[in-house]
Each structure stands twice: as C-alpha cells, then as structure tokens.
C-alpha cells in the first residue's frame, strides 16, 4: 500500500512538472481543463489494461460490519472516516503553520508577489501535486475495498464527483472544496436513498445531482461558496 500511494505522489509530481507547467495562463480555469484531459488518458488506459476485470485490492477488514442498534456499517468506512478527518486536520494544520503551507497561501494568493518575496513557485507546485497524489491513492484504497468488489474500470468515473465538489466550494479555498465534498456526498447519497420517490427525475439521478446543484450554485455565486470575487474593471 506505501508503495502505491509512493507512485502516486510521483505521477502526481510528473503531471506537474510535463503538463501543467508548461500551461500557464491567467486564468485557474485553464488547469482544471487540462487535469480532465489527464484524467481522460488515464481512466482510458485504466480500462485498455484492466478490461472487464475486477481487482480485488484485499483489506485487513474484510467484510465484517460494525451494528450500532438498528444501524449497520462496514468497518472499512468507519476506518476510511476517521483517515480522512486525520488527514483532514494534519493538511490543515500544515497548510497553516508550516513553511511550506504559508508558502502555498501565498502562491495562490499572489504568485508574482511570492515570487519576488522568495518563493520558488515551480517547488511548490510540485509538492502540492504530489500530496494530491498521495491524497487521491488514499482515497482510492478505501473505494476499491467491501463493500465494492474491487477496482475495476468504472472506478475511475468517481474522480468525476471531484470537480463538482471543486467548484461548488471555490477553486482557491481550501475550506471550500472540503465543503464542496460533503455537500456532493450528501447530495448524492439521499437522492440514491430517495431513488424510489424521485422515480418522475429518471434512473441515475443520484450521479446527476452533484452536477445539477453546481449548476445552481455557479447560477447564484460564479465564483463557488467560498471562492473570491475577482474584481473588474469597466
């Protein structure tokens, strides 16, 4: 497992340092367009490789369920909660207090300024891409064991609920994107819930719902939640 989440961070890294770097633009919209077009290479060699398989990743929890009265939950996501609030608090914490994370802020804050202040900005693009990478293999560890059979090619479609969740939040906050997260996982657990009840919306309305609210919200707030205003001049 140390050694997949180890290849992440350094595909991570390599997306940075081939393809992003070399896309500069003034706006952030521009990497998000380009890590789609990763995301869609990747996930079609996912499926040229992997076929119609399906990789069973195997787990120290196997299928047993923790019952709390009338409730029935599978270890695995209760183990896969409370990794993530830790992850959660140790990058928030290092976004914070650290040499580095005060370097990211003010990179994303004002890149040309931090870069006259100091800051080598291609270093810390790379360090944030590798810890996204690490971060994703994480999470992909926890959505490929029970109750999912394993990994297999629709896993990557998954990824896809990321970029709601990005933008319902704001594109430049931290706290946004956690927001933006649970909103699309509420989202879409009570209209999977509710499927019978929604019948008159169609089948699949559940994987549809996070693209609709972010529909709403950019309609209301263009820039997400929590994302800042960029000022214009007329």
Do not use: H
Request: with cysteine; charged share 15%.
């Amino acid at each position: 497992m140390a050694a997949g989440i180890a290849a992440a961070a350094l595909v991570g890294a390599l997306v940075e340092f081939l393809i992003l770097r070399r896309a500069r633009a003034g706006s952030r919209g521009v990497p998000a367009i380009v890590t789609i077009g990763v995301d869609i290479l990747l996930t079609t060699e996912l499926t040229r490789q992997i076929g119609t398989e399906v990789l069973a990743l195997g787990d120290p929890w196997g299928d047993r369920v923790l019952r709390l009265g009338p409730i029935t939950v599978a270890e695995t996501r209760v183990v896969a909660l409370v990794v993530a609030a830790a992850l959660i608090v140790a990058f928030l914490l290092a976004f914070r207090f650290t040499g580095w994370g005060v370097a990211m802020r003010a990179t994303a804050e004002d890149a040309e300024t931090a870069a006259l202040m100091g800051v080598r900005l291609g270093r810390v693009s790379l360090g944030a891409w590798a810890v996204a990478g690490a971060l994703a293999a994480v999470a992909a560890v926890f959505l490929c064991v029970f109750p999912t059979p394993g990994l297999d090619r629709g896993t990557a479609a998954v990824a896809m609920k990321a970029f709601p969740a990005a933008i319902l939040g704001g594109l430049d906050s931290t706290t946004g994107a956690l927001a933006g997260g649970l909103i699309v996982g509420v989202t879409e657990t009570l209209m999977n819930g509710y499927q019978s009840e929604l019948a008159f919306l169609g089948r699949g309305i559940g994987d549809a719902a996070p693209f609709l609210v972010m529909i709403v919200i950019l309609l209301l707030r263009p820039s997400g939640l929590f994302g800042t205003k960029e000022p214009a001049r007329v």
